[in-house]
């Protein structure tokens, strides 16, 4: 007599060799099946038990032959067709191997969600002439039902947002041939182009207007619509847990569409890239994709197992030797600065006092051929050390530039060399409180081009406005 296994032990067998039915379940989705040929199963236990010791392969072959599968109830069905024949997997057994590894999820489709949204408003049809009462064995089946459909969608659109979340890899799989081939890169893109529109239109934009509670369809109520329907017939009905639970599922389906948002405009991004920006995407994905192997290594039950043996991959990549002696770029931490926010509000201050005294400022008047080497009119000078007498100052590390944007565009007629020589009789007669230092450093100046200065650079030196104190010095 052979020897049998039960359901648990050949389903344990199964998840401790998972391989085998993660590359038959992929094969299905390729060939867009429900079954699986036998003759492709044992020749995939045959190739994976090649490596294996003899006790272990012969369980495991033992466990995967057709009969034992048929006898524990994996295998709801066998087909014979076309002098072959096909086993039909357990559909909860699909689906725990799906949930135990990503790249199985399927994406969802059109027609898929609009089956859910067609069975939803069915339930709520039902609910609308139910009973409300737990002994109506009708109300209590429907209660279970609309429980299972809701978790169920809800589970399906969180697979599917995690399967979607590990696009950038199908992204840097697809672009791979770019890095390789550049003079084929036409005909690559356009091939490329192809998949991702067919992946946006036949995945993601549909789950996007699913998840969208602004969507208005023509047949009917929205996802959401749908939900508040039955939110308040429950509720009128007095089964506010039943209302309180729908309302949270309501809410968890309505976080997951900011996640599908972000994978929409990843995916529109990508098809803007040339194909140097390809070549640095398949490249940050690949070495992403390492270092992930290599964190996975250490996220085992061994304690021991919490560094990254990352050795070999800095050497092989290169880039990463004499990286820690290398000097850190430094980064704007504005966030957390509250002398750059008072330092700006303070910016915004002085710009709208000169706004409130936009009715009182001078108009330079026009100097015809006055240039960058031409004489200033004495005249411009003085209207505009006048006007500069009365603006409210703070203390800054360039006055200049300062003084520069705030007339430039603001004063009529104004040009940089004006305020180059009435900053000379400033220099000599500071605000009050204050004094101008010169720093003796020399800064350069782009202006706007314009028909007087031509857009040229003007050289200047730097000069400081600082609080007045003894022992300042220019």
């Known amino acids: 007599m052979s020897k049998r296994f039960s359901t648990l032990d050949t389903t344990r067998l ?9 590359r038959m379940i992929e094969r299905m989705d390729r060939n ?34 057709t009969d034992n599968l048929f006898r524990t109830g994996l295998v709801i069905d066998i087909i014979k067709a076309e002098g072959e024949r096909r086993l039909v997997l357990q559909d909860a057994l699909i689906n725990l191997m799906r949930a135990c590894n990503a790249s199985l999820y399927q994406e969802l489709t059109d027609a898929r969600l609009r089956g859910h949204l067609v069975t939803l408003r069915d339930v709520r049809n039902r609910l609308e002439l139910s009973s409300f009462s737990e002994a109506d064995p009708d109300f209590t089946e429907l209660r279970d039902d609309l429980n299972e459909r809701v978790s169920q969608l809800i589970g399906l659109l969180r697979q599917n947002v995690l399967r979607m979340q590990t696009i950038s890899a199908q992204l840097a799989e697809l672009s791979g041939d770019a890095s390789r081939a ?36 023509p047949d009917g109520s929205n996802l959401f619509e749908t939900l508040e329907a039955m939110v308040r017939l429950l509720e009128t009905s007095g089964d506010h847990n039943l209302a309180d639970q729908l309302f949270r599922s309501a809410l968890s389906l309505n976080a997951l569409y900011k996640p599908i948002q972000a994978v929409a405009q990843e995916v529109e991004h990508f098809l803007r890239k040339t194909r140097r ?27 021991r197992r919490k560094w990254l043996e990352g050795g070999d991959f800095a050497r092989s990549t290169g880039f990463l030797l004499g990286l820690r002696g290398q000097q850190r770029p430094k980064h704007y931490a504005f966030g957390a600065s509250a002398s750059y926010y008072q330092l700006l509000f303070s910016e915004l201050d002085l710009r709208l006092a000169d706004l409130r005294r936009k009715n009182d400022m001078p108009a330079l008047q026009e100097v015809a051929g006055a240039g960058r080497h031409s004489r200033i009119d004495v005249q411009r000078i003085n209207q505009l050390y006048q006007w500069l007498e009365t603006l409210e100052l703070r203390p800054t590390a360039d006055l200049v530039r300062e003084l520069h944007g705030r007339l430039e565009g603001f004063i009529p007629g104004y040009r940089f060399p004006d305020l180059l020589a009435a900053l000379n009789r400033l220099v000599n007669t500071p605000p009050e409180g204050f004094q101008v230092v010169t720093t003796n450093r020399f800064r350069t100046l782009e202006t706007e081009p314009s028909p007087d200065l031509s857009g040229e650079q003007f050289v200047y030196r730097k000069r400081r406005l600082e609080p007045h104190t003894e022992n300042a010095h220019d």
């Open 182 to 217: 550049p003079e084929k890169y036409l005909e690559f893109r356009h091939n490329l182009f192809e998949q991702i529109v067919t992946l946006y239109d036949r995945h993601i934009k549909p789950t996007l207007v699913f998840l969208n509670p602004d969507t208005r369809l």
């Open 32 to 65: 867009e099946t429900r079954y699986l040929r036998e003759s492709d199963l044992v020749a995939e236990v045959m190739d994976y038990t090649r490596t294996l010791g003899k006790a272990d392969r012969d369980r495991v072959r033992l466990a995967m032959n």
């Open 14 to 22: 199964l998840f401790e060799h998972p391989k085998i039915l993660f």
């Open 277 to 303: 920006g390809m070549v640095q995407y398949n490249a940050m994905e690949h070495f992403y994709h390492k270092l992930r192997e290599l964190k996975g290594e250490t996220e085992t039950l061994s304690l």
